[in-house]
């Protein structure tokens, strides 16, 4: 747990349901005055952030209602700027604007990024900010992804904590799941070609 993470999640209310439940003491040493401050991305959130293809993504209406979006692209679309700020190209989409909007009134935004191979997820929350600055646009787009990017977010990191991996199920993309499968298509493959050559044999 980092405490600038545990800071900002860590309210009055949730300190309370920790005490009644008895979680409370599990995280004294991490809130603790002499415990340093930690939300520089160190270099396995780096990498971890750049392997990602996609993100859900949490915003704040002025009504006060939390909108969750799945934010996807190409691996690595999202980008590590510095050690506190992230980046991505805001593709465009069924045109609601509701990030956007709430983003617009609200910079407060929440991030949890999942590795569903390895049973791995970190959170993070931060402020964003929108740009239509075309050079960062140009900057954060891979050409070769075939989508139109409307404008960047920037989001500098608050805090960010790497996340219990219980409960969090094992899925695979194609591509993940292309190497699992490259043996068993080349015995079905050798085994066709057995079975030809079989048939072949006992026509003659």
Request: aromatic share 8%; net charge negative.
């Amino acid at each position: 747990m980092a405490k600038a993470f545990a800071e900002l999640a860590f309210t009055d209310a949730v300190k309370k349901i920790q005490q009644e439940q008895g979680s409370a003491r599990m995280y004294e040493r991490v809130l603790a005055p002499e415990t340093p401050q930690d939300n520089r991305l160190g270099p396995n959130e780096i990498q971890f952030i750049a392997m990602r293809d996609g993100f859900y993504q949490a915003t704040v209406s002025e009504t006060g209602w939390p909108y969750v979006q799945f934010r996807g692209g190409p691996r690595g679309f999202l980008k590590v700027l510095d050690d506190q700020t992230l980046a991505y190209a805001d593709f465009r989409g069924n045109r609601q604007y509701i990030s956007t909007g709430n983003l617009s009134g609200d910079d407060r935004i929440a991030m949890i990024l999942v590795d569903y191979p390895n049973s791995a997820r970190v959170k993070i929350l931060g402020r964003a900010s929108l740009s239509d600055d075309p050079d960062l646009i140009a900057q954060l787009h891979d050409e070769s992804y075939k989508a139109r990017p409307e404008r960047a977010v920037v989001i500098k990191v608050e805090g960010f904590d790497w996340n219990c991996p219980q409960h969090l199920p094992v899925r695979l993309t194609m591509e993940e799941l292309q190497p699992i499968l490259a043996p068993f298509q080349q015995e079905l493959a050798a085994l066709r070609e057995e079975n030809a050559r079989l048939k072949a044999k006992l026509g003659e």
